[in-house]
């Protein structure tokens, strides 16, 4: 196969992982690139076929789930929308009860219940959980 036909294939590849982002199709462009090489070196089409196989292989089952854990992988203190809430302090508004009450937490108003008994007003809590638009809350301290 020409040089150039394994150069276009990487191209294409890489074009599609950019649109896919899952480290797949560059896996198989860095074989391309592997077979291009050979060929430049004078390797035939079965050692290029060969080659761009075992890059294949190699890329997909080794450097890819490294790849992917480096990629995936968040700070310690990276929560977002929930979880970030879960241990944030609060105020409560109303008397909190285990059916229901009002806690200012982020600067916004919710629905709140407590988490072990009853919770006066004005105390300072401690988001246990979020259960839908409800923060679970247990007094501070």
Known sequence: MPIWMWLVA??????VEMLTVDLLFASLAFSALLAASANALGA??????????VGAA???L???PIALRHLKKKPADHATNVEALVGAPALALSVVTDRDGLVKLSGET????SYTGQIADGSQVEVVAI????????QKG
């Open 44 to 53: 035939g089409v079965v050692i290029q076929g060969v080659i761009f196989g």
């Open 10 to 15: 990487a191209g294409v590849l890489l074009i």
């Open 131 to 138: 259960e839908g638009a409800t923060a679970v809350v247990k």
């Open 62 to 64: 080794f450097l890819r």
């Open 58 to 60: 190699g890329s997909l």
């Open 110 to 113: 919710w629905s709140a219940r």
